[in-house]
């Protein structure tokens, strides 16, 4: 395994938004983590603030590069990005599912068998399962890849 260098935390900001469309090439898990701990403290000031506009302009102008550094996270673990965005999609559209048994319930609609609860808390559980799964992912460290294998696989 590779020594991964430490990336300071002001230089993982910097990446974070200078390479906002960028989903080739790699992070590091030191910039990884820094970055989401500067997202996550942006948010609790935000949360604070108590401006919620605010609030929804921020997440929305994070959303791509949150994606492409996932992406680069998960080739620098070794993993494709086509498995990244299968394990977003997945889990986003678990989320669309969860949402609408919740609304149709609170709506007074109830499931042909009258058991909404139980596809609900299998999502959730599916949901869990698959965001830990994830952060594995995320925490694993730089696989380097061998010349040979990188031509092999183009």
């Not at 678990?94 to 609609?109: H, N, P, Q, S």
């Amino acid at each position: 395994m590779a020594k991964q260098k430490m990336v300071p935390f002001h230089v993982a900001v910097k990446n974070f938004f200078t390479r906002y469309f960028e989903f080739s090439g790699t992070t590091t898990r030191s910039e990884y983590w820094f970055a989401i701990l500067f997202l996550w403290l942006m948010g609790m000031v935000l949360a604070l603030i108590g401006v919620g506009l605010l609030d929804n302009i921020w997440s929305l102008a994070i959303f791509i590069p949150q994606l492409a550094m996932g992406a680069r996270r998960f080739h620098d673990a070794g993993y494709s990005t086509k498995r990244f965005f299968g394990l977003v999609g997945t889990i986003f559209v678990l989320y669309i599912f969860m949402a609408a048994l919740t609304l149709l319930g609170e709506a007074g609609y109830e499931m042909a068998w009258g058991w909404a609860e139980i596809p609900a808390m299998l999502s959730v559980f599916a949901v869990l399962g698959l965001t830990i799964y994830t952060i594995y992912i995320m925490c694993k460290p730089t696989k380097v890849i061998s010349k040979t294998k990188r031509a092999k696989k183009k």
